[in-house]
């Protein structure tokens, strides 16, 4: 029904910048908000960030004013630029979508993408 799929992860240098993004496709009838989570080895999934379709966005203590999450809702992705990397940032980050789709429009779900892994060297 809904697919998500992250890219733009890799490897960056301490104090880098990097630009994750994220598309939502599939039989969407409506996707009320869109996040970045990432889990590194050995520790649990923490939120990164997310964004409501109205633009409303909530920020880990961690990465606020370093990361920067953003929309388009017209093409359903979201998009985390990072900046300032730490090592501390490396992870797998995954994406979430909350969406409803057409086959069962009030019915929302929540769909994960694949991950991508984001590598940051000292």
């Known amino acids: 029904q809904v697919q998500v799929v992250e890219s733009g992860g890799g490897l960056v240098q301490a104090g880098g910048s990097l630009r994750l993004s994220c598309a939502a496709t599939?039989?969407?009838?409506?996707?009320?908000?869109m996040g970045w989570y990432r889990q590194a080895p050995g520790k649990q999934r923490e939120l990164v960030a997310t964004?409501?379709?109205?633009?409303?966005?909530k920020y880990a203590d961690s990465v606020k004013g370093r990361f920067t999450i953003s929309r388009d809702n017209a093409k359903n992705t979201v998009s985390l630029q990072m900046n300032s990397l730490e090592p501390e940032d490396t992870a797998v980050y995954y994406c979430?979508?909350?969406?409803?789709?057409?086959?069962?429009?009030?019915?929302?779900?929540?769909?994960w993408g694949q991950g991508t892994q984001v590598t940051v060297s000292s």
């Open positions: 979430n979508v909350l969406a409803s789709s057409i086959a069962d429009m009030r019915l929302v779900r929540s769909y």
């Open positions: 964004i409501t379709t109205g633009g409303s966005t």
């Open positions: 599939g039989s969407i009838f409506s996707i009320d908000l």
